[in-house]
């Protein structure tokens, strides 16, 4: 009768670890699936398709959740993420992102922000890509005050033709 009491106790003890095992798979899956719809919200473009009409290449993103335009793309071939801001001057780059993309700090500037005035490094962008569109050397600067995005700022996009249309942004070629 021990022998068999000590039997029924293992298995409900097992069948206990197997129920909460299972109740942690289920959290950690549910968890991650909500973490990437709500990244697919907060970014819609990490992959971007590039159109060809002609010669001239675009791309079109697609406005997110809040309203902005996100996307993923290189700085010097290292991977950063970019909030198209046409209302910045220049590109400007958070020091994590700089320091990947091998930028060194040029002459220190003052720089007037959202958050209020501020002091950014002058730097160059050997090549900077936004899905099959590419600007070489283009004017930016390190703003040390900076999270994690990089501003996709007027130096770059004043090379390109911007049309917006609902909930798509198209950045083309002129």
Do not use: C
Not at 65 to 73: A, D, N
Not at 126 to 131: A, K, S, T
Request: net charge neutral; aromatic share 6%.
């Amino acid at each position: 009768m021990d022998n068999n009491e000590n039997a029924k106790d293992d298995e409900t003890r097992i069948g206990q670890y197997m129920i909460v095992g299972i109740w942690v798979v289920g959290l950690a899956l549910g968890t991650l699936l909500v973490n990437n719809y709500l990244e697919k919200q907060r970014n819609p473009n990490n992959k971007i398709v590039t159109s060809i009409t002609g010669d001239k290449r675009s791309i079109t993103l697609q406005r997110g959740r809040y309203g902005h335009y996100r996307l993923t793309g290189t700085i010097n071939g290292a991977k950063a993420d970019f909030l198209v801001d046409t209302g910045a001057t220049s590109v400007s780059i958070p020091e994590d992102v700089a320091f990947r993309a091998g930028l060194s700090r040029g002459s220190e500037i003052p720089i007037n922000t959202a958050n209020g005035r501020s002091i950014a490094y002058t730097t160059k962008v050997d090549q900077l890509r936004i899905g099959d569109l590419e600007i070489r050397n283009a004017t930016a600067h390190i703003n040390p005050g900076l999270s994690d995005e990089v501003l996709l700022g007027m130096s770059v996009l004043k090379h390109y033709e911007l049309v917006q249309r609902g909930e798509q942004l198209i950045i083309r070629e002129p």
